[in-house]
């Protein structure tokens, strides 16, 4: 079975009551006047029933994937090839941003 992560938002709404939701289902959305009204069994239980509505909620749906063609973006894959100033700012930026693009995931 394939899975899919996705996000529970448990948010304090500035009137004071709860909303939960799942971003990546802009329809999946409940509000609560408490905390504990929006998980009335518990966290790991309200879960457990989020769970269950995306369940229900992506069991008729199939995901495509969609291929661009002339996607705009390749017109820039290699223009900074061999380009010596542009490696230096590159590699400067990994460092300062602590990345390393040779490790693997």
């Known amino acids: 079975m394939n899975r899919l992560s996705l996000h529970v938002l448990v948010e304090q709404a500035s009137e004071g009551h709860f909303i939960v939701s799942v971003p990546e289902l802009p329809d999946c959305v409940a509000e609560a006047e408490t905390r504990s009204d929006a998980f009335p069994f518990g966290v790991a239980e309200g879960i457990a029933a989020v769970q269950e509505q995306v369940r229900v909620r992506l069991a008729n749906i199939e995901v495509l994937t969609l291929e661009v063609a002339n996607n705009p973006w390749t017109d820039f894959i290699g223009m900074f090839e061999g380009d010596d100033e542009f490696a230096t700012l590159a590699q400067e ?13």
Request: aromatic share 0%.
């Open 93 to 105: 930026l990994r460092t300062e941003r602590e990345l390393d693009i040779n490790s693997t995931v």
